[in-house]
């Protein structure tokens, strides 16, 4: 595709809107018209305060122009482009323009701006998203704030890494490493981060902060045994005042990881809130996405759950998996629902670059219109079933522009799930290829500090690592006078 933007600089945003309907098109973008063979030609334009925009694809050619409001020249062009592009391609996408991460915050600024009412109306009028979106965006941000509110500077929530799981699913775009590659990795590993963590423990103590949530991700933290589980439980335990803790977060993604045994552990050490992801009830397109473990797994897992006691688990499913169709989709999500999980996440399938998937240039099938049924699907049917949506993101690469969104029960929340969303407190993070966010108290100043990524690297240059955990006492020290 050739991209022409004459005399204007949004470039960025006008490539953006074209990868929404072609996300797999190399775009090489021009300042100037020239004649071309290529068959899809977008030239977006600003002459004598006149926004024009043409595309033509194929034999298709559709024109479209405004005058120019200048306080609003960008929007009004991408808004021109997608309605063009619409024509074209015959998809509608569901969020209009929209194509940052979280459209929830940006609905929060409209609420607080002109109320709910209106804002809805703002997202469908500027923003070109459909009614359900604005309404779903609009009902993400008035949860999350309860849930926002509950936190304060004096608590912060631990995340703790562990990047490793039983085989690495095709489409993982995560740090995560095959057990089956880097065995030798994991005891040197708990012990450093045994140690991370009794550092950042000190830290908090000394600058007089308390976790309010504790999340273990990765990864798969299961793929552990019980005696390596125990051995950071344990840490965390012994390093951290657990007193003001509110949530207590492992993940168990792989169904096959999970032992009455370690979900036993977990339940000891004041672990309440577990996920065990079923990813889709189709056995095919387990196997298909090289996700190693069955639908019958996957229900054994889950009712060693709640035999264990845990009144709060979640499970993942993902829209838009090779191999999977509107009607195997729709019958996850009936059976994710049927066994009445507190939490159902909903994600759209993003092929990162570094999922095998991609690598390997697998052509993912479903089209967009049939993966945004799927969701629409989803947000319907959670909502009939006593479901509420907590949390929202979106991500580059997502299929059909799409969104992830966190169901949940009412009350069920995962707090820390929007904590690190909405970047609204502070986030301590031990392991590798965690990321602490540091935020400024009574303020919303964010300081990010990166731990090493890679496993390999985390245990090579730990001393160098844990050296910058002191820029934590620096930060917190300047708000201090
Ligand atoms: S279980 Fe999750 S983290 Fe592990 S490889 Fe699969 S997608 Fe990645």
Same mark, same amino acid.
């Given at each position: ?90 998809? +509608?996408? *569901? ?6 991460? =979280?459209?929830? /915050? &940006?609905?929060?600024?409209? @609420?607080? %701006? ?55 699913c095709? +489409?993982? *775009? ?6 089956? =590659?880097?065995? /030798? &990795?994991?005891?040197?590993? @708990?012990? %450093? ?24 991700g990765?990864?798969t933290?299961t ?26 977060t492992v993940e168990a993604g792989r169904p096959d990881t999970v032992?009455?045994?370690?979900l ?8 309440g809130r577990i996920s065990i992801n079923a990813q889709t009830f189709n056995?095919?397109v387990l196997?298909?996405?090289?996700r190693?473990h069955s639908v019958e797994e996957f229900y054994r897992a889950y009712e060693i759950a709640r035999?264990v006691?845990f009144e709060s688990i979640n499970t993942d499913l993902i829209a838009?998996l090779?191999?999977d169709?509107?009607?195997?989709f729709k019958n996850s999500i009936d059976s994710a629902i049927r066994i009445n999980p507190e939490n159902i996440t909903v994600h759209t ?25 799927m969701?629409?699907?989803a947000?319907?049917q959670l909502?009939?079933n006593g479901y509420f949506p907590y949390y ?12 992830n969104v966190g169901w949940c029960k009412?009350?069920k929340e995962c707090?820390?799930n ?64």
């Open positions: 595709m050739i991209l022409i933007n004459e005399n204007h600089s949004f470039q960025y945003e006008m490539e953006k809107v074209c990868r929404i309907f072609y996300p797999d098109e190399k775009i090489r973008t021009l300042k100037t018209y020239e004649e071309t063979d290529e068959t899809k030609v977008v030239h977006t334009k600003i002459e004598n305060s006149i926004i024009s925009v043409v595309v033509k694809v194929e034999e298709i050619k559709v024109e479209k122009s405004c005058v120019d409001e200048k306080t609003e020249s960008e929007m009004q062009m991408a808004r021109l482009l997608v309605k063009a592009l619409e024509e074209v391609t015959g998809i +509608y996408p *569901s969020w209009g323009v929209l194509t940052g991460i =979280r459209p929830s /915050k &940006l609905m929060k600024n409209e @609420i607080d %701006n002109v109320g709910r009412e209106k804002a809805i109306e703002v997202f469908k009028e500027r923003f070109l998203a459909d009614e359900k979106k604005a309404v779903l965006a609009a009902d993400v941000s008035q949860r999350e704030e309860k849930i926002i509110k509950t936190t304060s500077d004096k608590h912060f929530s631990l995340y703790i890494s562990i990047p490793f799981c039983p085989s690495r095709k +489409y993982c *775009s995560f740090v995560s490493h095959s057990i089956e =590659r880097t065995n /030798k &990795l994991i005891e040197p590993y @708990i012990e %450093n981060l045994c140690k991370e963590i009794e550092v950042s423990g000190k830290i908090a103590k000394e600058i007089g902060i308390t976790p309010d949530t504790v999340y273990f990765g990864g933290p793929t552990l045994n019980e005696e390596q589980l125990k051995r950071i439980l344990e840490s965390v335990k012994n390093n951290f005042d657990l007193t003001n803790l509110k949530e207590y032992t009455q045994g370690k036993e552990l977990l339940k000891k050490y004041g672990v056995d095919e196997q298909v996405n090289g190693r035999k006691g838009g090779q191999g169709t509107l009607e195997s399938l993003s092929l990162k670059r570094s999922s095998s998937m991609s690598t390997d240039g697998e052509k993912i099938k479903n089209d967009a219109i049939t993966v945004s049924e969701v629409d699907y947000q319907t909502a009939k929202m993101y979106r991500q580059s690469k997502i299929l059909g522009n799409l969104e009412k009350g707090a820390y929007i904590f690190m969303m909405e970047e609204c407190s502070t986030v301590i993070s031990c392991g590798a290829g965690a990321v602490t966010k540091l935020k400024e108290p009574d303020g919303n100043k964010l300081k990010r500090i990166f731990n090493f990524k890679y496993p390999y690297e985390y245990n090579n240059r730990f001393d160098e690592m844990i050296d910058r955990k002191n820029e934590i006492l620096l930060f917190f020290d300047e708000y201090k006078k």
